[in-house]
C-alpha cells in the first residue's frame, strides 16, 4: 500500500503514484513549434493507462488464445482469466457472485443498452426513471422499450430524493428501473446511490448505476449491511479506469438475466442451435456473442488490481485536496464562472466545469491546448439537458441555435482530474487561463477559425 501526505509540491511519495501512470511525461507540441510537457486535465473523457496493465498485456501475450472451447493449455489460461477478472471486478465493487454476475462489453454505452434489451424481457412495468443530469448514453437506450420519466435536480446539483419518491408515489407498481449516474460528468457531483437504492425498493423498483465517472474515484458497495440500499445494477468502462483496449462490464443480479435472449447473438451464445430450435448458454455466456476482447479484460484486471494495491482511500484523500486547491485557484480569475459540487459543500469527484466571459468554450480548449499543452475538454459532455440548466438556456433558444448554424453553440470547459496530476500542473492552469484571459482580444483574433458549433464541429447544435 503505498502511502503519502498530499501538499503543494510533488512529494516523494506522490511522484511513486504518478510513476505508476503511462506518458505522464511525454512532450507534445504546441503552436508555435515548441516542445513541452503534456497535461492531461481530460481524464473524465479517458484515463491513461497504468504501466502495470501494459506490463501484463505484455505478459499475457504469450499465452493469449481462443476462449470457452479450446481444450489446448493457452486457451484454457485464457479462460481461467476471463473468470478470474469477473471475481475480481465483484470483489472491487463490493458484491459476490452468488448475488451478481458480470458481463464483459465493449464500453458502458454497450452495457446500457444491452441491460434496456435484458428488462424489457424480464418486466411488463412500463416506466423507468433517469435523471436530468445523465449522459445520454444512461437516457437514449431506455427509450428503446420503456416511457422515460425524469428525475429532477436539485439546487445542490444532486438528484432530488423527494422529486424521486413523488414519481415512485405516482407510478406505483408501473416501475421498472430507477437508473441514475453516480457522479456528474458536467460538475462532479456525487449522487446519494444508496439512499436513492433505498427509496427506489421501497416502490417495489431495482436501480442500475451509471458508475463511469464514480468508480475511478470512490468506493462502491453494491451489497450492503442494510440489504435495502443495495445496488441492484452497475455498469463502468476500463477506459476511465486506467485500462484501455475496450473493456466495459455490466453487472447485474443473475436472477434478471437467467430467461432474457441476448442483444447480440452468435458464437458463443447458443448451447445448440440447429433450425429446429436454439437453446441459450447460461449468463454471462449468452450476452457475450463473438470472440472476446481477452486483452481488455486482462488490462481490466490489471487496473482494478493495482487500484486496490494503492487502496481507493489514498486516491480519495488526494483528489480532494487538489481539487480543492484547482478551485480556489481558478475562482480568483476575473470574468471566471465555476461549475461546481464545491460550490455548495456537496460531495463531488475530481470534476468541474467553467465559462469565462467573453470567450468562447471551444476557443478556451484550443488555446489552451495550442498554447500551453494542457488538454481539457468543452461543450455538453453528452449531457445535453443537464447543460442546458445549468446555462439556464430556454427550448426555444436551444431550437434557434439549433436552426441557425451562424450562432455559437454554447457549452463549457470541463477540468477533470486525477490522482497523477500535480499541484503544479494545477497552477500552470491558472497561469495559462490569468494570460488568457487578459490577452482575449488577441486570442479570440488568432482562434476565430475555430469551429464554434456543438464538441467543435461546423455544425449547429442539434
Given at each position: 500500500?503505498?502511502?503519502?501526505?498530499a501538499?503543494?509540491?510533488?512529494?516523494?511519495?506522490?511522484?511513486?503514484?504518478?510513476?505508476?501512470?503511462?506518458?505522464?511525461d511525454?512532450k507534445?507540441?504546441?503552436?508555435?513549434?515548441?516542445?513541452?510537457?503534456?497535461?492531461?486535465?481530460?481524464?473524465?473523457?479517458?484515463?491513461?493507462?497504468?504501466?502495470?496493465?501494459?506490463?501484463?498485456?505484455?505478459?499475457?501475450?504469450?499465452?493469449?488464445?481462443?476462449?470457452?472451447?479450446?481444450?489446448g493449455?493457452?486457451?484454457?489460461?485464457?479462460t481461467?482469466?476471463?473468470?478470474?477478472?469477473?471475481?475480481?471486478?465483484?470483489?472491487?465493487?463490493g458484491?459476490?457472485?452468488?448475488?451478481?454476475?458480470?458481463?464483459?462489453?465493449?464500453?458502458?454505452?454497450?452495457?446500457?443498452?444491452?441491460?434496456?434489451?435484458?428488462?424489457?424481457?424480464?418486466?411488463?412495468?412500463?416506466?423507468?426513471?433517469?435523471?436530468?443530469?445523465?449522459?445520454?448514453?444512461?437516457?437514449?437506450?431506455?427509450?428503446?422499450?420503456?416511457?422515460?420519466?425524469?428525475?429532477a435536480?436539485?439546487?445542490?446539483?444532486?438528484?432530488?430524493?423527494?422529486?424521486?419518491?413523488?414519481?415512485?408515489?405516482?407510478?406505483?407498481g408501473?416501475?421498472?428501473?430507477?437508473?441514475?449516474?453516480?457522479?456528474?460528468?458536467?460538475?462532479?457531483c456525487?449522487?446519494?446511490?444508496?439512499?436513492?437504492a433505498?427509496?427506489?425498493?421501497?416502490y417495489?423498483?431495482?436501480?442500475?448505476?451509471?458508475?463511469?465517472?464514480?468508480?475511478?474515484?470512490?468506493?462502491?458497495?453494491m451489497?450492503r449491511?442494510?440489504s435495502?440500499?443495495?445496488?441492484?445494477?452497475l455498469?463502468f468502462?476500463?477506459?476511465?479506469?486506467?485500462?484501455?483496449?475496450?473493456?466495459?462490464?455490466l453487472?447485474?443480479?443473475?436472477?434478471?438475466?437467467?430467461?432474457?435472449?441476448?442483444?447480440?447473438?452468435?458464437?458463443?451464445?447458443?448451447?445448440?442451435?440447429?433450425?429446429?430450435?436454439?437453446?441459450?448458454?447460461?449468463?454471462?455466456?449468452?450476452?457475450?456473442?463473438?470472440?472476446?476482447?481477452?486483452m481488455?479484460?486482462?488490462?481490466?484486471?490489471?487496473?482494478?488490481?493495482?487500484?486496490?494495491?494503492?487502496?481507493?482511500?489514498?486516491?480519495?484523500?488526494?483528489?480532494?485536496?487538489?481539487?480543492?486547491?484547482?478551485?480556489?485557484?481558478?475562482?480568483?480569475?476575473?470574468?471566471?464562472?465555476?461549475?461546481?459540487?464545491?460550490?455548495?459543500?456537496?460531495?463531488?469527484?475530481?470534476?468541474?466545469?467553467?465559462?469565462?466571459?467573453?470567450?468562447?468554450?471551444?476557443?478556451?480548449?484550443?488555446?489552451?491546448?495550442?498554447?500551453?499543452?494542457?488538454?481539457?475538454?468543452?461543450?455538453?459532455?453528452?449531457?445535453?439537458?443537464?447543460?442546458?440548466?445549468?446555462?439556464?438556456?430556454?427550448?426555444?433558444?436551444?431550437?434557434?441555435?439549433?436552426k441557425?448554424?451562424?450562432?455559437?453553440?454554447?457549452?463549457?470547459?470541463?477540468i477533470?482530474?486525477?490522482?497523477?496530476n500535480?499541484?503544479a500542473?494545477?497552477n500552470?492552469?491558472?497561469?495559462?487561463?490569468?494570460?488568457?484571459t487578459?490577452?482575449?482580444?488577441?486570442?479570440t483574433?488568432?482562434?476565430?477559425?475555430?469551429?464554434?458549433?456543438?464538441?467543435?464541429?461546423?455544425?449547429?447544435?442539434?
Open positions: 500500500m503505498i502511502h503519502f501526505l501538499n503543494r509540491t510533488q512529494s516523494k511519495q506522490h511522484k511513486q503514484l504518478r510513476d505508476l501512470i503511462v506518458g505522464v511525454e507534445i507540441p504546441l503552436e508555435d513549434g515548441r516542445l513541452v510537457k503534456g497535461i492531461h486535465f481530460d481524464n473524465a473523457a479517458t484515463t491513461p493507462p497504468l504501466n502495470s496493465v501494459m506490463k501484463a498485456i505484455q505478459q499475457f501475450a504469450p499465452w493469449y488464445s481462443s476462449v470457452g472451447r479450446g481444450k493449455y493457452k486457451s484454457e489460461r485464457s481461467e482469466m476471463i473468470e478470474r477478472t469477473r471475481l475480481n471486478v465483484l470483489s472491487f465493487v458484491s459476490k457472485g452468488d448475488k451478481h454476475t458480470v458481463i464483459f462489453t465493449k464500453n458502458s454505452t454497450e452495457s446500457m443498452n444491452l441491460l434496456s434489451h435484458i428488462l424489457h424481457q424480464a418486466t411488463n412495468k412500463r416506466y423507468v426513471l433517469a435523471s436530468e443530469m445523465e449522459h445520454i448514453s444512461n437516457d437514449l437506450p431506455w427509450r428503446n422499450y420503456f416511457e422515460v420519466e425524469y428525475i435536480v436539485n439546487k445542490n446539483g444532486q438528484i432530488s430524493l423527494d422529486d424521486l419518491r413523488a414519481k415512485l408515489m405516482a407510478l406505483q408501473q416501475v421498472a428501473l430507477v437508473t441514475i449516474t453516480g457522479a456528474s460528468n458536467v460538475t462532479g456525487i449522487n446519494p446511490i444508496y439512499e436513492a433505498e427509496l427506489t425498493h421501497t417495489g423498483a431495482k436501480i442500475h448505476v451509471d458508475a463511469a465517472q464514480l468508480i475511478p474515484h470512490e468506493s462502491i458497495e451489497m449491511r442494510n435495502v440500499g443495495n445496488i441492484d445494477f455498469s468502462t476500463g477506459h476511465k479506469l486506467y485500462a484501455p483496449f475496450g473493456t466495459a462490464v453487472i447485474g443480479e443473475k436472477e434478471v438475466f437467467h430467461e432474457a435472449e441476448p442483444l447480440l447473438k452468435g458464437g458463443g451464445t447458443a448451447h445448440i442451435a440447429l433450425r429446429s430450435f436454439v437453446q441459450w448458454n447460461e449468463a454471462p455466456d449468452r450476452f457475450e456473442g463473438g470472440t472476446p476482447n481477452v481488455g479484460i486482462v488490462a481490466l484486471n490489471a487496473a482494478i488490481r493495482t487500484l486496490q494495491q494503492i487502496n481507493m482511500e489514498t486516491i480519495i484523500e488526494y483528489e480532494k485536496q487538489i481539487m480543492n486547491y484547482a478551485l480556489d485557484r481558478l475562482q480568483t480569475i476575473d470574468g471566471l464562472s465555476l461549475f461546481s459540487a464545491s460550490n455548495d459543500n456537496q460531495p463531488q469527484v475530481s470534476v468541474f466545469s467553467f465559462t469565462i466571459n467573453e470567450l468562447h468554450h471551444q476557443d478556451i480548449a484550443q488555446i489552451l491546448a495550442k498554447e500551453f499543452g494542457i488538454s481539457v475538454r468543452s461543450g455538453f459532455f453528452c449531457a445535453y439537458s443537464y447543460v442546458q440548466k445549468l446555462l439556464q438556456l430556454s427550448d426555444e433558444r436551444i431550437d434557434e441555435i439549433r441557425d448554424a451562424s450562432i455559437p453553440a454554447p457549452g463549457l470547459v470541463r477533470s482530474l486525477s490522482f497523477y500535480t499541484f500542473e494545477v500552470q492552469l491558472a497561469e495559462a487561463l490569468q494570460q488568457i487578459s490577452n482575449k482580444e488577441y486570442y483574433r488568432k482562434y476565430e477559425a475555430v469551429p464554434k458549433g456543438i464538441c467543435g464541429r461546423q455544425r449547429s447544435l442539434l
